[in-house]
Nanobody, 117 residues
């Protein structure tokens, strides 16, 4: 069974930083586009950042210049470095693995990020 396990969430003050990790197992990690999504209470889930199998990246406008997505195919892990955090970044962050050719899509269980003083 495919597993995506997120870690690194927590409570941080505004302006602070966190790094999220998502470790994947039982998939051919290198062929998957990996993404980070988030969902705040009462709001729909939204894309934060995505990195393709070829390491091309795309970001939501709200996080450009503050967040960086990266991947380590040798470790089957995708990261989200979050800097200059704002209270509006508070949400549950989910890891996603997607492959269009095989039409497979997987989600992690989510990790809570809370930005508050």
């Amino acid at each position: 069974q495919v597993q995506l396990v997120e870690s690194g969430g927590g409570l941080v003050q505004p302006g602070g930083s966190l790094r999220l990790s998502c470790a994947a197992s039982r998939i051919i990690f290198s062929i998957y586009a990996m993404g980070w999504y988030r969902q705040a209470p009462g709001k729909p889930r939204e894309l934060v950042a995505v990195i393709s199998s070829g390491a091309s990246t795309n970001y939501a406008d709200s996080v450009k210049g503050r967040f960086t997505i990266s991947r380590d195919n040798a470790k089957n892990t995708v990261y989200l470095q979050m800097n200059s955090l704002k209270p509006e970044d508070t949400a549950v962050y989910y890891c996603n693995a997607n492959n269009r050719m095989t039409t497979t899509n997987y989600w992690g269980q989510g990790t809570q990020v809370t930005v508050s003083s």
